[in-house]
């Protein structure tokens, strides 16, 4: 009885632990645009080119390594007998190096170079559209929030009206079409209501995509966040 009392005790000593770490992770705009750039694997494509360019170019001006040849020149068989030393044979060495054209290697480098900045030119367009794209979902998340709450406001006063005209019925002060007024209105209100959460799961599944997490992965967004707008100067 003892030991079973003790592992209860443990057990609610560690509750507290796991629910915090299951806590749902709030994220800013700022945070997200940021995973966007880090994590995204079309942009992380777009680096990898543009770095593999970088080393190509790099490469382009180096040139070939000599090459070093040794051998014998018509040196008779083992075990033949020779009897003019002219026919011993002779050593040879043959040195090779190949000497490109300055000019071309220099040519070729900056051909290679400027695929490696039309590579990151890419990365910059695409990673603004991202976050064009990010920027849109998120704030449909934040005016899809705003409504439930608007929408949960509205439907307790319903079903608080709804109640009244339940009451109100049987002493003939409401009539019975009052009360199916007030169910319609309550389920086109709940139906409103989950319109708004279908914008929000598929504003984070996008979100999820841009950032290169999981699809189900379970975030919120900072609801405090209010945009700014600046007018542009004249």
Known sequence: MKAITKNITILLLLLP???????VKVLTLDSILEKIDRNNVLLQS????????????????AWMAPMVG?????TPY?????????DRGSLM??????????????AKRKFIASQGEVENANRGIT???????AKRL???WLVAHERMNVLDQNLRLMVMMKKIEEIRYP?????LGNVFKADAKIEENRNMIRMQEGIIAKARAWLNTLMNAGGNEIFQIDTSFRPGFTPALT
């Open 17 to 23: 632990a796991v629910l915090s770490s299951q806590e």
């Open 46 to 61: 777009y680096s990898l080119k543009a770095e593999a360019y970088r080393y190509s170019a790099e490469a382009a001006t």
């Open 70 to 74: 040794f051998g014998t020149f018509m």
């Open 78 to 86: 083992p075990n033949q007998i020779v009897k003019d030393p002219g």
């Open 93 to 106: 060495l043959q040195i090779e190096q190949d000497i490109p054209n300055t000019a071309k290697l220099k």
């Open 127 to 133: 990673l603004n559209g991202y976050k064009a794209q």
């Open 138 to 140: 998120y704030f449909n």
């Open 171 to 175: 002493y003939n002060q409401s009539q």
